[in-house]
């Protein structure tokens, strides 16, 4: 079996029909793991591999289920943020938590298990998703090390990817685009799917806010963390939501989940048809033009043939900004942080970061702490706040002045400046945002460019899916290898369905997505298939 870039819906086929067995898809997976992630290019992308994987997918085989579930003996990578009850560690990248296990499996991994999917391991990750250290280059990790792009994996002189990998879910991502697993799931509280997504040419969903549970997640921010699938085409993603969206009694906040019978059923190659989609840019209004207005001249040119292929397929393009009030964020909801961090252009000056994001961390990465870590002595954000600084040499090459300013807050979410923040997120992002542009426009969704979107859907809660659109190259002032680019459509909270539809049709139409170069198959009958 040809794993290195095959959909679940393959996969699942040729288990149905006897061709392979899940322990031949564990044992391609880990052997491509062992060339390209420990060797070769050393993309860093699986922190750990799990131990019973083999013994896991042995009694799927045996098991042989007159009717096969979901997910039967795909192997699957999770974000190593994400809890799992089994020999393997949850760490979030830190050194802090590197004997850390989980007292039960996250939500999202009972959901996989139950499906039948094989645990395969850990991905790699920006460290505590991006919230330790301001400037913190995506995919670094004190524990894990660097993520690479697999389309360009070179490094700077400061060992710092030149194309960066996407964060804080790079390992998920470089992961599945590298055809080191079948799927990932990864984490989101502002970017952290469809940042990664777009640089490894990788679909995401990135689901409304309580479509699936949070429990059993390292948090940043309750608010707006969500876990998410990434995968090589829209219909795994579809596949994927099927499993993972449920309400869960443990998390109030998928009460009420909207979802329908099957996310599959959607799909439809013809499904741009008299859709409606608003691209935010008037370069008349240059002052509002905030997401296309600054995108470099190849990013411009992939968003530019987009439209011209959602309009061939049968979209109304709508041209409109956004105002400003709707992606400023509003009065009052950022704060100032001195940056301290060692290689940051910006060190020794005051950088602004969500407040809700930073109130957030110390009362809910304190609960996870209590609730769930078993391992350590690591009890409260103070404790790794003080083990950092006693391991500075190892743990803290970036900082750690995010969580400085974390601790500094009471913890129990009770401050006016906190409560006014996460009000005036709302307003700005729903209100005066999203809600106000759909509204007027009567769109159906929002086409961003790559995850430029990310920050408005993300304070207000709703849901983003993208999709391969495209190849850029060159960063700054630096020559590279074309590397991915994608195209982002959001909508209101429990719009999957749609956006999955525009995203297949879309994705059928251009069929954009490339493997990486230079990690070809293994087995030599496969390699005029890895393109």
Same mark, same amino acid.
């Given at each position: !079996?040809?794993?290195?870039?095959?959909?679940?819906?393959?996969?699942?086929?040729?288990?149905?029909?006897?061709?392979?067995?899940?322990?031949?898809?564990?044992?391609?997976?880990?052997?491509?793991?062992?060339?390209?992630?420990?060797?070769?290019? +050393?993309?860093g992308a699986v922190r750990e591999l799990n131990p019973d994987a083999l013994a896991i997918a042995g009694a799927v085989d045996r098991n042989k289920p007159a009717e096969r579930r979901p997910l039967e003996g795909i192997p699957i990578l999770v974000k190593d943020n994400i809890a799992t009850a089994d020999a393997q560690h949850t760490t979030a990248g830190s050194l802090a938590l590197v004997d850390t296990r989980a007292k039960r499996d996250a939500t999202v991994v009972g959901r996989l298990r139950s499906a039948g999917a094989v645990i395969l391991g850990?991905? $790699?990750?920006?460290?505590?998703?991006?919230?330790?250290?301001?400037?913190?280059?995506?995919?670094?990790?004190?524990? @894990?090390?660097?993520?690479?792009?697999?389309?360009?994996?070179?490094?700077?002189? +400061?060992?710092?990817?030149?194309?960066?990998?996407?964060?804080?879910?790079?390992?998920?991502?470089?992961?599945?685009?590298? @055809?080191?697993?079948?799927?990932?799931? @990864?984490?989101?509280?502002?970017?952290?799917?469809?940042?990664?997504? /777009?640089?490894?040419?990788?679909?995401?969903?990135?689901?409304?806010?309580?479509?699936?549970?949070?429990?059993?997640?390292?948090?940043?921010?309750?608010?707006?963390?969500?876990?998410?699938?990434?995968?090589?085409?829209?219909?795994?993603?579809?596949?994927?939501? $099927?499993?993972?969206?449920?309400?869960?009694?443990?998390?109030?906040?998928?009460?009420?989940?909207?979802?329908?019978?099957?996310?599959?059923?959607?799909?439809?190659?013809?499904?741009?048809?008299?859709?409606?989609? @608003?691209?935010?840019?008037? #370069?008349?209004?240059?002052?509002?033009?905030?997401?296309?207005? #600054?995108?470099?001249?190849?990013?411009?040119?992939?968003?530019?043939?987009?439209?011209?292929?959602?309009?061939?397929?049968?979209?109304?393009?709508?041209?409109?900004?956004?105002?400003?009030?709707?992606?400023?964020?509003?009065?009052?909801?950022? !704060?100032?942080?001195?940056?301290? $961090?060692?290689?940051?252009?910006?060190? $020794?000056? #005051?950088? +602004? +970061?969500?407040?809700?994001?930073?109130?957030?961390?110390?009362?809910?990465?304190?609960?996870?702490?209590?609730?769930?870590?078993?391992?350590?002595?690591?009890?409260?954000?103070?404790?790794?706040?003080?083990?950092?600084?006693?391991?500075?040499?190892?743990?803290?090459?970036?900082?750690?002045?995010?969580?400085?300013?974390?601790?500094?807050?009471?913890?129990?979410?009770?401050?006016?400046?906190?409560?006014?923040?996460?009000? !005036?997120?709302?307003?700005?992002?729903?209100?005066?945002?999203?809600?106000?542009? !759909?509204?007027?426009?009567?769109l159906d969704a929002v086409l961003f460019p790559g995850a430029a979107g990310a920050a408005i859907a993300a304070k207000a809660g709703y849901p983003s899916v993208q999709v391969p659109a495209g190849f850029v190259a060159g960063v700054r002032d630096k020559d590279t290898p074309d590397y991915p680019y994608g195209a982002t459509f959001t909508g209101r909270a429990w719009s999957e369905p749609t956006l999955l539809r525009l995203a297949y049709a879309f994705e059928q139409a251009t069929q954009a997505r490339r493997p990486p170069p230079n990690l070809p198959?293994?087995?030599?009958?496969?390699? /005029?298939?890895?393109?």
């Open positions: !079996m040809c794993v290195e870039n095959a959909t679940i819906d393959e996969l699942q086929q040729a288990l149905a029909a006897n061709r392979t067995t899940a322990v031949a898809l564990v044992k391609g997976y880990q052997a491509r793991i062992e060339a390209y992630d420990r060797g070769g290019p +050393r993309l850990k991905a $790699n990750l920006t460290e505590f998703a991006n919230i330790l250290a301001i400037d913190m280059p995506a995919g670094y990790s004190s524990l @894990g090390g660097q993520v690479k792009n697999p389309y360009a994996p070179e490094l700077d002189e +400061r060992k710092v990817p030149i194309v960066p990998p996407g964060g804080s879910s790079s390992g998920s991502a470089v992961a599945v685009a590298a @055809g080191l697993v079948a799927a990932a799931i @990864g984490t989101e509280t502002s970017g952290s799917l469809l940042s990664p997504a /777009s640089q490894n040419g990788v679909v995401t969903v990135k689901p409304t806010v309580g479509l699936i549970s949070r429990v059993g997640i390292i948090p940043i921010a309750h608010s707006q963390d969500t876990a998410g699938p990434l995968t090589r085409s829209v219909r795994d993603a579809a596949i994927l939501l $099927n499993v993972l969206a449920a309400s869960d009694p443990m998390d109030p906040a998928t009460e009420s989940i909207g979802r329908p019978a099957d996310y599959t059923s959607v799909l439809d190659k013809d499904g741009l048809k008299g859709a409606r989609i @608003g691209v935010p840019s008037d #370069p008349s209004d240059a002052g509002n033009d905030f997401y296309y207005g #600054p995108l470099p001249p190849r990013a411009a040119a992939v968003m530019q043939e987009t439209i011209a292929v959602l309009e061939a397929q049968g979209a109304a393009i709508v041209r409109a900004n956004i105002p400003t009030e709707g992606w400023i964020g509003g009065p009052g909801t950022e !704060m100032a942080i001195l940056n301290r $961090n060692p290689e940051s252009s910006t060190k $020794n000056q #005051p950088v +602004r +970061r969500p407040i809700v994001f930073v109130y957030e961390l110390k009362h809910d990465l304190n609960a996870y702490l209590r609730d769930w870590a078993t391992g350590t002595a690591m009890q409260s954000l103070a404790d790794i706040v003080a083990f950092n600084a006693a391991n500075a040499d190892r743990a803290l090459r970036f900082g750690q002045d995010i969580f400085l300013a974390a601790e500094a807050t009471r913890g129990d979410l009770s401050e006016l400046e906190y409560v006014s923040a996460r009000q !005036m997120d709302l307003r700005a992002a729903r209100e005066l945002g999203l809600d106000a542009y !759909m509204d007027r426009y009567r198959a293994l087995d030599p009958k496969c390699a /005029s298939q890895s393109g």
